[in-house]
């Protein structure tokens, strides 16, 4: 070998142990990196990486449902979607995204007309170049609208490769609109009221957690560890309001109020007998000059009462043996004055001297207090022991609860003067809510046992009765049942021939009171020459001889020039003692004593939930072909029925739902047609109860972007 | 090791015993590491992966096998051609090449399922063509010529991976600068080079860290840009999610590792059984299992020198040294990358990692590099067979 060979070779080996000592050194600095970080993971880096990859997930508890007292759903919570594109999901290629994209936004377009095709697409690839990985497409839909994007393009994929995917929650869904809307109540940035506040922690259920590991980038999974707790769903509770009542009632009331332009008001129902609440409804007059359930009056408003409270009056004097039926006491033609204060009838007398009844009949200011002053000025103690004794003094226990308090004037109190007794015993000098005054009537439409109101009769859990709420007596004998039956008859003659006599009927009897009462406006008092405001109340039950509710109306502030109780709550009262009347005491249905199955009318429908029942009752059925189906694309095949032209030969005929086609909805129930319509991606508002009478747009109309559906519900 | 072993397995035992060990461990941690991908690609039969790769792995072998029975010499011959056609090829990939993670590596081989990656065989065949070349050229090699000519090639091939493989194109360039440097190109020069390719990458990476890559979608820069910014402790947005995986796994191995099949981190890590193939070994395996994996490659570098050592012919001394730096090198950024030490690249551990032609063209590595040993061993024996003679 040459020289230069040689040195060549020395020059290629000396570089060639230069490279290899280099990549020696890159080879044991990595296994010290491996090293270090084995040592060098103390705790803190450790728990940094544990919570960079896991994380606890609280899962949302199912809401628990409100039903009326016939198991109608009032509230519910349904499981509902939102959809999510992540733009840039690993697995969405490029060409996947082009190529589909088109059709993905025509298909979402159908579905979700607020954008049209190319709107949409436009905003998809938007978003794609933005990069986004979380973009809500679509809100609040249904499971059978999830079904169906999982058909369309991209979405097919799935999650990984198409980027779509869905978030489930709980939407909280009311199915009487403004009826008994503040009594039922609803959550509203995370406070609730009325019934949904008063039964929250029940209702709420209790949420459970879950770890979660991630996985990759934005995907997580569950991994099971000691603490995981599963959600455990809220309790349903069972009120006592009937929905068909509450119905009457707030209409009629809504209508009074309308008539008078009055500021607020409300009515209970109670059912005499137990005290359970059929309906409650308050509303207060929006700016539009349109009635909402705002607040709840009928329990928090604590006001003077006025002339309603005279039946206290009436039970001391009755009680206490201080006079007879026959006593009579001069009411001074109307006019008297005691001290500073006037005291004025609102009916001027026709004769001099008043038995209790009469005062009662004509609700005579004068004749009342000179009644009570006469046997109670020397101890007025012993008459405000009355208004202690029936618990007027203190907040009634209820469902809903209150957050002010009653007052009634007392002699220990510092405010009380001379003239505090015959304020009081015509209903001022005291404070008291429309949920007192109804107790105190139902105490006398009762015999004297003085019922606890509720309006919440079972508590459920996910099927199972947990607890039912009986009837409860607060006070056996609260008044005697010979004063009870006494006052029941003067409340009668009172709607007979005094004061209310304009909602006088043949039907059935009366009894009741009325009551006007000048509001107190703060400091300034009630004698505010031109403002003077009023509140305008009835209290009775009926059919008098064998009470079976008791309603309270109260109207405040009437507006239109007339004030009172007699012109403005009374004709409420009796707007809905008469269809309670008809629809519920006069029609006594007989039950059915059939042996074999009978097939019950079947109104069109849920498929799937009539067969159940009819099953379960013993009947089978079958579903009808539709010839005419065939050629035309059936949305949802079967999974609704119309059965009204064989009902009973108990064969199923199935609705026809056309693709962008109104169905017709008529004779379904609420439910059934705000599902349907919630399936066909519609939006619907709706009014009155029962059952679905006429619907705009028509039937088989062709639905695009005007995606509203109103209904108009009539029972049936 | 037994004589019908030696007989028919001809070349350096170490190398060979290297080849073995990595194939087992290789087998090993690609069983455990496709899990999550069986469950959603093949249906959760975890076994199809294993047998597939083991498969891959077994023709993979057998093309080693027979590369090392051909007289290295032939190589010399062929590297220019197969160079040019490699080049083809990597002109190809870039006009028609598939996407897998988004980048376009890979030509699709139609029937086959397998896609065939041009920047393995490019990377062989330039390693042979500057091994040819600056051995013809050892007479001259001060010339400016040979830095320029050897340079342009590299650049090519290079210049053509870079698009789609950054990693790869860096460390093709670093395996043909390294292999121009041990075949004593100019040490001037080499200085230029080295610095100027310094310059090069802290360009690249201030360019990259700066510039606004919205509206880029369509290729890696985005993807450089993040996994730099990533690497430089900017949050990804996800916790820098791979790279803290990658260092999880590292760190709970300990020293003798979870034990086969128990990596947790297989389930978090994005290509378990190619890019993070290392961490996977460490986690179940401990730093005895990540150390032998190094070892090997550094034995396998260190034989390569023996055979730099002991060849009679500069050709097959750069061609061994070059093709067991590539694989090396390839290795060890692998397991920076593991442990933290680089940025996250798509490299591969040859022969470890799960992976079709890759394993293929690095087989046929080891088989190149075993014929050279293999001709040495028979060319010493010749020369000891003419000594007994000579002595006789």
Same mark, same amino acid.
């Given at each position: 070998m040459s020289k230069t060979k040689v040195n060549s070779r020395k020059v290629i080996l000396v570089r060639a142990y230069i490279v290899f000592a280099l990549l020696f050194v890159f080879a044991v600095s990595i296994i010290i =990196?491996?090293?270090?970080?084995? +040592? %060098?993971?103390?705790?803190?880096?450790? *728990?940094?990486?544990?919570? *960079?990859?896991?994380? $606890?997930v609280e899962i949302e508890a199912l809401r628990g449902n409100i039903y009326a007292d016939d198991g109608n759903l009032l509230a519910t919570s349904v499981p509902k979607y939102d959809v999510i594109f992540d733009l840039r999901a690993d697995g969405l290629t490029t060409k996947v995204f082009v190529g589909k994209i088109d059709s993905f936004s025509l298909m979402m377009s159908q579905m979700f007309p607020e954008r049209n095709a190319s709107d949409w697409k436009e905003h998809l690839l938007k978003h794609r170049d933005k990069r986004t990985r979380y973009l809500k497409i679509a809100k609040d839909i249904g499971f059978e609208q999830v079904k169906a994007i999982k058909t369309w393009p991209i979405a097919r994929l799935g999650k990984f490769e198409g980027g779509i995917w869905y978030e489930e929650k709980g939407k909280r869904m009311y199915f009487m609109g403004e009826l008994a809307k503040r009594t039922i109540g609803y959550i509203k940035d995370k406070t609730a009221v009325g019934l949904e506040g008063a039964f929250d922690t029940m209702l709420r259920g209790k949420n459970g957690s879950q770890m979660q590991q991630r996985m990759s980038g934005q995907t997580w999974r569950p991994i099971q560890v000691g603490n995981n707790r599963s959600a455990v769903n809220g309790k349903d509770i069972v009120t006592t309001l009937d929905v068909r009542i509450q119905d009457i009632a707030? /209409?009629?009331?809504?209508?009074?109020?309308?008539?008078? @332009?009055?500021?607020?008001g409300c009515v209970i129902v109670m059912e005499s007998k137990t005290g359970a609440i059929k309906a409650m409804s308050n509303l207060k007059r929006g700016e539009d000059g349109q009635y909402y359930e705002a607040q709840n009056y009928a329990v928090s408003e604590f006001t003077e009462p006025g002339s309603t409270f005279k039946l206290l009056s009436a039970i001391a004097l009755l009680e206490d043996g201080k006079i007879s039926t026959t006593d009579t006491v001069d009411n001074s033609w109307g006019k008297w004055k005691w001290y500073d204060m006037k005291l004025e009838d609102a009916v001027k007398p026709k004769k001099r001297y008043y038995t209790l009844s009469e005062c009662l009949q004509y609700s005579s200011n004068v004749g009342t207090s000179k009644f009570v002053m006469q046997h109670y000025k020397k101890d007025p103690k012993k008459f =405000?022991?009355?208004?202690?004794?029936?618990?007027?003094?203190? *907040?009634?226990?209820?469902?809903?609860?209150?957050?002010?308090?009653?007052?009634?004037?007392?002699?220990?109190?510092?405010? !009380?003067?001379?003239?505090?007794?015959?304020?009081?015993?015509? &209903?001022?000098?005291?404070?008291?809510?429309? #949920?007192?005054?109804l107790m105190l009537y139902n105490t006398i439409a009762n015999q004297g046992k003085m019922m606890q109101p509720y309006m919440v009769k079972e508590i459920r859990h996910e099927g199972q009765t947990l607890s039912k709420i009986e009837p409860q007596v607060i006070n056996e004998k609260a008044v005697s049942p010979k004063t009870a039956a006494t006052l029941t008859q003067m409340l009668v003659q009172v709607v007979d021939n005094g004061t209310a006599n304009g909602i006088k009927t043949d039907n059935y009897k009366i009894a009741g009171k009325t009551g006007t009462a000048w509001l107190s406006q703060g400091k300034s008092g009630y004698n505010q020459e031109n403002n003077r405001q009023f509140q305008a109340s009835f209290a009775g039950f009926f059919p008098a001889n064998n009470p079976q509710y008791t309603i309270v109306v109260v109207v405040n502030n009437p507006r239109s020039g007339r004030y009172s109780g007699s012109q403005i709550a009374a004709p409420i009262f009796k707007n809905i003692s008469d269809r309670i009347y008809s629809t519920h005491i006069r029609v006594q249905p007989t039950p059915q004593t059939a042996s074999l199955p009978q097939v019950p009318g079947i109104l069109k429908g849920d498929a799937a939930k009539t067969k159940w029942v009819l099953n379960e009752i013993g009947i089978s059925s079958q579903m009808l072909q539709d010839s005419q189906t065939k050629n035309e694309q059936v949305l949802f095949p079967g999974q609704y029925i119309d059965p009204s032209k064989e009902a009973h030969s108990v064969k199923l005929k199935p609705v026809k739902i056309k693709e962008n086609t109104l169905p017709d909805l008529s004779g379904m129930g609420l439910r059934d047609a705000l599902k349907l319509l919630s399936d066909l991606g519609l939006k619907a508002s709706y009014s009155g109860y029962g059952r679905v009478s006429d619907q705009a747009p028509a039937p088989n109309t062709k639905i695009g972007a005007n995606n509203e559906v109103v209904l108009i519900l009539k029972p049936y | 090791m037994n004589t019908q072993f030696t007989s028919r397995f001809k070349g350096d035992k170490w190398i060979w015993f290297v080849i073995i060990i990595l194939s087992l461990i290789g087998i090993l941690a690609v069983y455990s590491a496709t899990g999550t991908l069986a469950y959603s690609k093949q249906g959760g039969n975890t076994e199809w992966y294993f047998l597939r790769h083991t498969g891959f792995l077994l023709i993979g072998l057998g093309l080693l096998y027979l590369t090392h029975l051909i007289p290295f010499s032939y190589y010399s011959r062929i590297s220019q051609i197969f160079l040019w056609i490699s080049i083809g090829l990597l002109i190809l990939t870039l006009v028609i090449g598939s996407e897998i993670?988004?980048?376009?590596?890979?030509?699709?081989?139609? &029937? +086959? %399922?397998?896609?065939?990656?041009?920047?393995?065989?490019?990377?062989?065949?330039?390693? #042979?063509?500057?091994?040819?070349?600056?051995?013809?050229?050892?007479?001259?090699?001060?010339?400016?010529?040979?830095? !320029?000519?050897?340079?342009? /090639?590299?650049?090519i091939?290079? &210049?053509?991976?870079?698009?789609?493989?950054? @990693? =790869?194109?860096?460390?093709v360039f670093l395996t043909a600068g390294l292999l121009m440097f041990i075949g004593r190109v100019n040490f001037k020069y080499m200085m230029y080079l080295s610095l100027s390719g310094l310059g090069l990458i802290s360009l690249l990476v201030v360019v990259l860290l700066n510039i606004n890559t919205d509206g880029m979608e369509g290729n890696r820069i985005p993807t450089w840009k993040k996994r730099i910014e990533t690497f430089m402790g900017k949050d990804d947005g996800q916790g820098n999610y791979q790279q803290l995986q990658s260092k999880i796994a590292v760190a709970t191995g300990g020293v003798f590792g *979870? %034990?086969? &099949?128990?990596?947790?981190?297989?389930? /978090?890590?994005?290509?378990?059984?190619s890019d993070f193939i290392y961490a996977i070994i460490v986690e179940e395996y401990g730093l005895l299992g990540g150390l032998? $994996?190094?070892?090997?490659?550094?034995?396998?570098? /260190?034989?390569?020198?023996?055979?730099?050592v002991e060849s009679p012919r500069a050709f097959g001394a750069l061609v061994a040294m070059g093709l067991g730096l590539s694989m090396s090198l390839q290795a060890f950024v692998n397991m920076g990358v593991a442990v933290g030490m680089l940025p996250v690249t798509g490299l591969t551990i040859p022969l470890v990692s799960m992976g079709g032609t890759s394993l293929f063209m690095n087989s046929i590595g080891f088989g190149i590099i075993l014929g050279i040993s293999k001709y040495i061993e028979e060319e010493k024996q010749q020369q000891a067979e003419a000594l007994h003679a000579n002595i006789a």
């Open positions: =990196t491996a090293v270090k970080l084995q +040592l %060098g993971t103390d705790d803190k880096f450790r *728990k940094e990486l544990s919570a *960079k990859n896991t994380r $606890v707030q /209409y009629a009331l809504q209508k009074g109020l309308e008539a008078e @332009s009055a500021d607020h =405000t022991q009355h208004a202690s004794d029936l618990g007027l003094h203190i *907040k009634p226990k209820f469902d809903i609860p209150s957050s002010s308090s009653p007052s009634i004037a007392t002699p220990n109190q510092s405010g !009380w003067s001379g003239t505090s007794l015959p304020s009081l015993s015509i &209903g001022y000098s005291s404070k008291i809510s429309p #949920m007192q005054t | 993670n988004n980048a376009t590596r890979v030509i699709p081989i139609p &029937g +086959l %399922g397998i896609t065939f990656q041009p920047s393995d065989m490019a990377k062989l065949f330039l390693v #042979m063509y500057i091994s040819r070349y600056l051995s013809k050229n050892q007479e001259e090699i001060d010339s400016p010529k040979v830095f !320029w000519v050897t340079l342009v /090639y590299i650049l091939v290079v &210049g053509l991976i870079a698009p789609e493989n950054l @990693s =790869t194109s860096l460390v *979870k %034990g086969p &099949g128990n990596s947790t981190q297989r389930n /978090y890590l994005p290509h378990p059984y032998i $994996v190094t070892g090997c490659f550094l034995i396998l570098v /260190y034989r390569c020198l023996k055979i730099v």
